[in-house]
């Protein structure tokens, strides 16, 4: 089992930045690899997308609304993806979740979740 914990949410002006983070870590054992790690999110009454996704052999994937706005990046060291998020819009306001695909543990592979961290972006 693996456990992922985000943080850096909160309320935040438009045109202001945040920056999250999250950070893998196993329950029991430790982890071997993880294929990929990003952020999704989910906006009140909408499915939750992807937001950008950072993959082992290096693609970075950003969904088109935070192109040029947001940049992911990856501490494989420290299992831990981040995201810096810059001119923040109202329209990024969500719940921003953590999410890790490929996490091998022992002999299998599995996708986690985070638990989610508010971020607001109003005057």
């Known amino acids: 089992q693996v456990q992922l914990v985000e943080s850096g949410g909160g309320l935040v002006q438009p045109g202001g930045s945040l920056r999250l983070s999250c950070a893998a870590s196993?329950?029991?054992?430790?982890?071997?690899?993880?294929?990929?790690m990003g952020w999704y999110r989910q906006a009140p009454g909408k499915q939750r997308v992807s937001v950008a996704m950072?993959?082992?052999?290096?693609?970075?994937n950003y969904d088109d609304s935070v192109k040029g706005r947001f940049t992911i990046s990856r501490d494989n060291l420290k299992n831990s993806v981040y995201l810096q998020m810059n001119s923040l819009k109202p329209e990024d306001t969500a719940v921003y979740y953590c999410?890790?695909?490929?996490?091998?543990?022992?002999?299998?592979?599995?996708?986690?979740w985070g638990q989610g961290t508010q971020v607001t972006v109003r005057s």
């Open positions: 999410f890790a695909a490929g996490v091998v543990t022992g002999s299998q592979a599995s996708s986690y």
């Open positions: 950072f993959a082992n052999n290096g693609i970075i």
């Open positions: 196993a329950v029991s054992g430790r982890i071997y690899d993880i294929e990929s």
